[in-house]
């Protein structure tokens, strides 16, 4: 029986690590990338303490090397998600009363698997499943999962630590429930870390989960399956189902229990669960918690004082690392005349240099975009630019998806601020740049917090102060994640919280204490000490 107040060990960014030649890191994810490209896998879903096999599967493939076959995962009917969703319920009880430094030594012990023994695994499952360089798998599948683990460790503690104040005679505490019910986290392909943190996070707050990743992450998802149960997470605590999106959200939406949604998807899909939900709360016990983050029409803009190398070089890494498939990658920006033939030289000379392939070759700085129905729809858009009369192809505008979904690094240039490649979300290596005149400067910012539905994250270039905060003024609503003289990716853990408002989400802030609280439910006790016993107040005397 616990008798203390327990210290968790102290929350710090994992240190990421290089890869660069001769570095043991690298030899061994390398090695590992190959053992598991030459193995087949068969990946189950997880109900309670069964693997779940219904023969009906679908295969696994690299984007790189559409025709090579990593295994299969089998796919849910409706009796698997009733059955998901009442092991969930089964677990609850059990799971919630759990001493919350007991949930807190699970994922910690997750956090250390990862840092170590999985971190090659983990990474290399990242690299095949999903196609991203062998840098990209680390700042995502080790590191930031790491930190998703043990700052949200630290944060839970900082959320049950906050206590009313008590008063004279009376004991006020708080208890920090986890909801009545069941979560349901669905998640992307785009990053490992996300996946596990949307169904890890409100199970560490003492929830269960039903979790559907993505088809496209399948692979990676059986890692983070592994790396959970191996630290101890009991099981019924997160039911894993893969298949028919439609069918697993209409059986998980229509059942009573359901008690909140942790999303990362597109916006037009968040927007109809939101719906759907909506439409289903005279079913509920209780108002579920709607959590999401959706798209974004990430933006650069300069200011004519800005640093023209600094501007191109955030271009190339914003918008073309991970093949532009990151909410927050720069698909939009804008970019004074006086400046930009700089801004072109340098932008030309970057991309020119990027060599895409394999992400088992460590020099390919472009790998494949996820799957087919992505490479058909941003090519489309290259394909549109390159004969419209109010764009140009710049740079790339080439593709090939014969071996492996490749599409070059594209620079588009248009004399329409508001052309569509200014406002649709690619989710794809295309940045599309509008040049306007210097004096225009104030009345682009305008334009850049009009032109898009989203407001996910952007980024300002200027070395005049003044400029500075007229643009951090204006654009005060344009993004949930705001950089000044920065590329506007590469969000943090516990130091840039990830978020924005607008058709980007519900900016609950992933990486802080805000997020977590969405999935506890506060109850206040007062405890009198001395019980009055006698009606009448002090003013009723004569």
Not at 324 to 336: E, F, L, N
Request: hydrophobic letters at 35%; proline letters at 5%.
């Amino acid at each position: 029986m616990a008798n203390a107040f327990f210290n968790v060990p102290k929350a710090v960014n994992e240190p990421v690590k290089s890869y660069a030649p001769n570095t043991p890191e690298r030899k061994q994810v390398l090695d590992t990338y190959k053992k598991m490209y030459n193995e087949t896998i068969d990946v189950p879903m997880y109900i309670g303490s069964e693997e779940v096999r219904t023969g009906h599967t679908a295969t696994m493939s690299p984007p790189h090397d559409h025709k090579h076959i990593l295994g299969t995962y089998h796919k849910a009917e409706k009796q698997h998600v009733d059955l998901a969703i009442s092991t969930a319920l089964e677990a609850k009880e059990k799971w919630a009363s759990t001493s919350w430094e007991h949930r807190a030594a699970i994922f910690l012990k997750a956090a250390e698997l990862l840092s170590g023994p999985y971190r090659a695994k983990m990474n290399a499952a990242t690299m095949l499943a999903q196609s991203k360089n062998v840098f990209q798998a680390e700042i995502d599948a080790a590191c930031e999962l790491i930190d998703f683990l043990t700052f949200n460790v630290q944060f839970m503690t900082e959320i049950y630590q906050n206590q009313p104040i008590s008063d004279k005679g009376i004991w006020n505490r708080m208890e920090y429930r986890p909801l009545e019910g069941f979560i349901y986290a669905v998640t992307p392909f785009n990053f490992t870390a996300i996946a596990a943190n949307l169904c890890a996070a409100p199970v560490m707050l003492g929830n269960v989960c039903v979790w559907k990743p993505s088809d496209s992450q399948v692979y990676s998802a059986q890692v983070i399956v592994e790396l959970f149960k191996e630290a101890g997470l009991p099981d019924g605590v997160i039911n894993v189902v893969y298949g028919d999106p439609v069918m697993i959200t209409n059986t998980i939406l229509e059942h009573k229990e359901f008690s909140g949604l942790h999303f990362t998807g597109s916006t037009n899909i968040f927007k109809s669960l939101w719906a759907q939900i909506g439409q289903n709360i005279n079913k509920y016990k209780s108002y579920p918690r709607i959590v999401g983050e959706t798209g974004g029409k990430d933006f650069i803009w300069a200011h004519p004082s800005a640093n023209p190398i600094a501007v191109a070089t955030a271009m190339s890494r914003g918008a073309f690392e991970y093949q532009g498939q990151k909410c927050s990658a720069a698909s939009r920006s804008y970019v004074p005349k006086s400046i930009w033939n700089d801004v072109k030289k340098r932008l030309t000379k970057d991309v020119n240099s990027m060599k895409m392939g394999s992400p088992e070759d460590p020099s390919n700085f472009i790998n494949a975009v996820i799957h087919e129905g992505s490479f058909d729809k941003i090519t489309k858009y290259i394909d549109k630019a390159k004969s419209d009369s109010d764009s140009e192809v710049i740079l790339g505008g080439n593709y090939d998806k014969s071996k492996g979904y490749f599409i070059e690094p594209t620079v588009i240039v248009t004399t329409n601020p508001n052309y569509t490649t200014m406002e649709t979300e690619l989710f794809g290596p295309v940045l599309t740049i509008y040049v306007y005149e210097d004096a225009d400067w104030k009345s682009t910012l305008k334009m850049v917090d009009e032109t898009s539905e989203y407001a996910l994250t952007g980024a300002i270039y200027s070395q005049d102060r003044y400029a500075i905060e007229y643009a951090s003024k204006v654009l005060e609503n344009a993004a949930g994640n705001f950089y000044i003289n920065d590329k506007p990716t590469g969000a943090v853990v516990g130091q840039q919280p990830f978020g924005g408002g607008r058709g980007s989400g519900t900016n609950d802030k992933a990486g802080s204490i805000w997020n977590l609280l969405r999935w506890v439910s506060p109850r206040t006790i007062k405890e009198a000490l001395v019980l009055p016993i006698d009606y009448r107040y002090p003013f009723l005397g004569h």
